[in-house]
C-alpha cells in the first residue's frame, strides 16, 4: 500500500480546510512570503516618503528591460496553466514541452536582470550609492532568488519528477498544481516591484 493511500489528504481536499495537504502548507508559506515582502515595500514607503530628496528612479533604472521582463514572467505563467492544463488531459510531451518554455522564459529573465546589474555596476552604482539603489538591489536580488529556486523547482518536475506521476497521478497534478501557483506569486511579486520601483 503506497503511503498516498495511508494519507488520503496528500490527494483528497481536508473536510476541515477543503484544502489538500501539499496546497494548505504552500498557502501558509505563502502567508509567511507576503509578510516579508510586505514588510520591505513598508520600508520602501516610509524611506520614500520620510526622505528629503529621492532620486527621479527612471534615471536609475532602464524602464523597457523592465517592461520586457515583465511580460516574459507574465507569459511564462500562461505557458505553466497551459501546461498544468496539459497534464491533466494525459499529454505528458505536451506538459514537459511547456514547462520547458516557463523554465527558459525564466531564464531570459535572469538574463535580461543580469543585464540591468551589468548597467548598474558600469556606471558605479552599488547598493551603497543610495537608499533608493540599496532598496532596488535588495528587493530585486531577493525575487531574483526566488526566480532561481522556482527555475530548481520546474527543472525537477519537468525531467525526474515526472516519475511521481507513476505513483498517483492526481498526486503529481496536485504537486504541480502548487509549484504553479508559487510561480504566480512571484510572477505578481514582480508586477509590484516594476511599479514601484520603475514607474512611480
Do not use: C
Not at 536609475?60 to 498544468?84: D, E, H, K, Q, T
Not at 492526481?170 to 516594476?194: K, M, P, S, T
Amino acid at each position: 500500500m503506497h503511503d498516498t493511500e495511508l494519507v488520503p489528504y496528500k490527494v483528497e481536499a481536508r473536510e476541515d480546510t477543503g484544502l489538500y495537504n501539499a496546497k494548505f502548507g504552500l498557502w501558509l508559506f505563502l502567508a509567511s512570503e507576503i509578510m516579508l515582502f510586505g514588510s520591505l515595500f513598508s520600508a520602501y514607503i516610509l524611506l520614500r516618503v520620510g526622505s528629503f530628496s529621492w532620486p527621479q528612479q527612471s534615471d536609475y533604472l532602464n524602464v523597457p528591460i523592465g517592461a520586457l521582463n515583465s511580460v516574459i514572467l507574465l507569459s511564462s505563467s500562461i505557458f505553466f496553466i497551459r501546461a498544468w492544463v496539459a497534464l491533466k488531459a494525459d499529454d505528458l510531451a505536451k506538459y514537459k514541452r511547456l514547462m520547458w518554455w516557463v523554465i527558459s522564459l525564466a531564464g531570459l529573465f535572469l538574463f535580461f536582470k543580469g543585464i540591468e546589474y551589468y548597467q548598474h555596476f558600469s556606471r558605479q552604482e552599488y547598493p551603497k550609492t543610495s537608499v533608493f539603489l540599496a532598496l532596488y538591489f535588495l528587493l530585486t536580488g531577493l525575487h531574483a532568488l526566488h526566480i532561481l529556486a522556482g527555475i530548481g523547482i520546474n527543472i525537477y518536475y519537468a525531467g525526474p519528477g515526472t516519475r511521481l506521476r507513476t505513483i498517483n497521478k492526481q498526486w503529481f497534478i496536485n504537486r504541480l498544481e502548487v509549484a504553479g501557483l508559487y510561480w504566480h506569486f512571484v510572477d505578481i511579486i514582480w508586477i509590484f516591484l516594476f511599479s514601484i520601483l520603475y514607474l512611480l
